[in-house]
């Protein structure tokens, strides 16, 4: 177990719906990435949140949204869904510090499933 | 762009016998490496991370780097039916995000 919490962990929308993914830091990390990870290929990058803000950012159209909050739990919000958006959404939890070697540790995953 | 290559697979290996899974990267200033294994419905789990060059060793497991060659390495010894699932290899990219590549399928065969 790596600490880190997603819910729900399954989502069934229809196509032009929003939904919003939540996820919960692993203990005394202060950085959450989300990851996009289609039927058998690999995460791909979506965003990335420290202190509350942006901090990078994967090549996902601005339908694509999210927040960090003060107990650096974050959301991942999609709007305007579409078929294409069905897919395991992971969150990863990591201590970022200067210089140092940062390391994603995953929770277990929104599974989302557009009709 | 940068990108993370890897044979999807499957590899088959015999029980016992040792498992080797490649990745290719193609930024050469990457400075983290890692290796991650998802089983089926499941999340990826880090087993591996490395960051200079030659070997580092964990139990089963031994990841390798050459840099030089933009290429790292994951061989896991005595294979055991459990290790059969997808393994990832991810590389961050100097002051940039983690980057997967879309795994190699290992299925152990009893």
């Known amino acids: 177990e790596t600490g880190v919490t997603q819910s729900p962990t399954h989502l069934i929308k229809t196509r032009g719906q929003q939904v919003t993914l939540r996820c919960s830091s692993q203990?005394?990390?202060?950085?959450v990435s989300w990851y996009q990870q289609a039927l058998g290929q690999g995460p791909q990058f979506i965003f990335q949140?420290?202190?509350?803000?942006?901090?990078g950012r994967g090549n996902f159209p601005p339908r694509f949204s999210g927040l960090q909050f003060p107990n650096y739990s974050s959301e991942l919000n999609v709007n305007a869904l579409e078929l294409d958006d069905s897919a395991l959404y992971l969150c990863?939890?990591?201590?970022?510090?200067?210089?140092?070697?940062?390391?994603?540790?995953f929770g277990s995953g929104t599974q989302l499933s557009v009709l | 762009q940068k990108e993370v290559e890897q044979n999807s697979g499957p590899l088959s290996v015999p029980e016992g016998a040792i498992a080797s899974l490649n990745c290719t990267y193609s930024?050469?200033?990457?400075?983290?490496f890692f290796w991650y294994r998802q089983y089926s419905g499941k999340s990826p789990e880090l087993i591996m991370s490395?960051?200079?060059?030659g070997d580092k060793e964990d139990g089963r497991f031994t990841a390798q780097l050459n840099k030089a060659s933009q290429y790292v390495s994951l061989l896991i010894r005595d294979s055991q039916p459990s290790d059969s699932a997808t393994y990832l290899c991810?590389?961050?990219?100097?002051?940039?995000?983690?980057?997967f590549g879309k795994g190699t399928r290992l299925h152990i065969l009893p």
């Open positions: 203990s005394g990390h202060n950085t």
């Open positions: 991810a590389v961050r990219p100097r002051d940039d995000k983690i980057i």
């Open positions: 990863a939890s990591s201590l970022y510090r200067q210089g140092a070697n940062e390391k994603l540790f």
């Open positions: 949140y420290y202190r509350e803000e942006e901090n």
């Open positions: 930024d050469r200033v990457s400075q983290s």
């Open positions: 490395i960051y200079s060059n």
